[in-house]
């Protein structure tokens, strides 16, 4: 039994419903994150089609908090209320709840839920710390968390139905991977304006409305200036000083209180610097990147200075989609692009646009050649090369790179 009609020709996303599939059918809350539009609901149509393939007579309860016909479900008590009424009395229900934090002390009717062992939970947010601080405590153990990325590279085709190739990936660094693109003309009018519409919805819900912004133009300057300056170094006080120089006054814990804002909604993902020879993180000074590229390159423009940004951009989100932890490398005065871990294991990442010139060889080659252990070092270009490696550091073409689960 289901409560309403899937859609029709849903594009799988395996390798999200690898994730899930272990933890299906356990006492433990299956919650998906991310940024509004990268495809969180359809990824719950997957799962039940998945529990209505073992099972075709199912009880699924699906709640859609963008739909007005659950409206009135607005607190813990609402929605549990609405479970408690709709469930099956006498099997297992697969309860599915889209955009759970527009529920108020959502939580509270989570952690009572959980603790009928008839139900099968699932459900989205686009909030980052959805399940974060006192909430995970309530919910210690008893969840798993699983962040949902825009579309890779081999997703974006997929879902286009293109082939690989460099036209085909210009398209895709562009107009980045929101899944709905498939149904628009992909051409800058068209998309842009989509994307623009998109970045407004997450900009007033996700953030003006959740954390009741009043300096809504000066969120706004932010976030175009980090998307002028994707994969620089900054540091609150340093943003705060060089928007005085623009007559924008706002002091510096203005800054990271929007800045977390900004991560919060999924628009920009920080990253963190890691010295290398003292093994610590630094507390001042981090690059952003934008979760999207195409909502970057709609606000900013797609600029032709800007193909080095944008290509650090691109394989700094292939590497979160990928699972890896990531950080950016400092050792002495030098920069590693990305320091990235997964499984106890490291690789050393440099990000160069081309590495024809002598100057970027020695700059790239001689930071990775300055770590003296023993893991991965890669170069990534947009240069198709098929050749040696330079001292065993491995160069590889984004276009490959995007192919591969790295």
Not at 171 to 195: M, Q, R, S, T
Not at 213 to 234: C, H, P
Not at 292 to 300: C, H
Request: glycine share 6%; hydrophobic share 40%.
């Amino acid at each position: 039994m289901i409560n309403f009609e899937l859609p029709k020709n849903i594009n799988n996303r395996s390798v999200y419903i690898d994730k899930v599939r272990p933890f299906m059918n356990s006492n433990l809350i299956k919650v998906f994150t991310g940024q509004r539009r990268v495809g969180k609901s359809y990824l719950l149509y997957q799962i039940i089609q998945e529990v209505l393939k073992y099972n075709e007579t199912a009880t699924i309860l699906y709640i859609n908090k963008e739909d007005l016909a659950f409206s009135e479900i607005k607190t813990a008590q609402d929605l549990n209320n609405y479970v408690q009424i709709h469930k099956s009395k006498t099997e297992k229900t697969y309860l599915f709840i889209d955009e759970i934090q527009d529920i108020e002390n959502f939580e509270s009717a989570l952690r009572s839920l959980i603790l009928d062992l008839q139900l099968d939970i699932y459900c989205t947010g686009s909030n980052a710390n959805l399940l974060s601080g006192d909430i995970a405590g309530y919910l210690s153990g008893r969840y798993i968390e699983i962040q949902v990325f825009s579309l890779s590279y081999i997703e974006f085709l997929e879902f286009q139905e293109l082939e690989s190739n460099s036209k085909n990936l210009g398209l895709y660094l562009k107009y980045g991977g929101l899944p709905y693109l498939k149904h628009l003309k992909l051409e800058d009018e068209i998309v842009f304006e989509y994307l623009k519409n998109i970045y407004s919805t997450i900009v007033y819900r996700d953030i003006i409305n959740r954390f009741s912004v009043r300096n809504v133009a000066f969120l706004e300057q932010l976030i175009l200036f980090l998307a002028s300056n994707t994969g620089s170094i900054f540091s609150a006080k340093k943003i705060s000083d060089f928007l005085k120089s623009q007559r924008v006054n706002i002091a510096p814990n203005q800054v990271q209180i929007y800045n977390r804002y900004l991560v919060n909604a999924f628009i920009i993902q920080v990253v963190s610097r890691y010295d290398i020879i003292g093994k610590r993180l630094f507390e001042f000074g981090e690059k952003y990147y934008f979760e999207n590229l195409g909502i970057r390159n709609a606000l900013w423009g797609y600029r032709l200075e800007d193909q080095g940004k944008i290509l650090e951009n691109a394989v700094y989100n292939h590497l979160a989609y990928c699972g890896y932890k990531i950080s950016i490398g400092i050792i002495g005065n030098k920069e590693i692009d990305f320091i990235v871990e997964k499984n106890g294991e490291k690789k050393y990442i440099q990000v160069a646009q081309s590495i024809h010139e002598e100057q970027t060889i020695k700059r790239e080659f001689g930071n990775l050649l300055a770590i003296k252990d023993n893991y991965p070092k890669i170069v990534i270009t947009m240069d198709a090369f098929s050749g040696n490696t330079v001292e065993g550091i491995e160069i590889v073409a984004l276009e490959t790179f995007l192919l591969t689960a790295f």
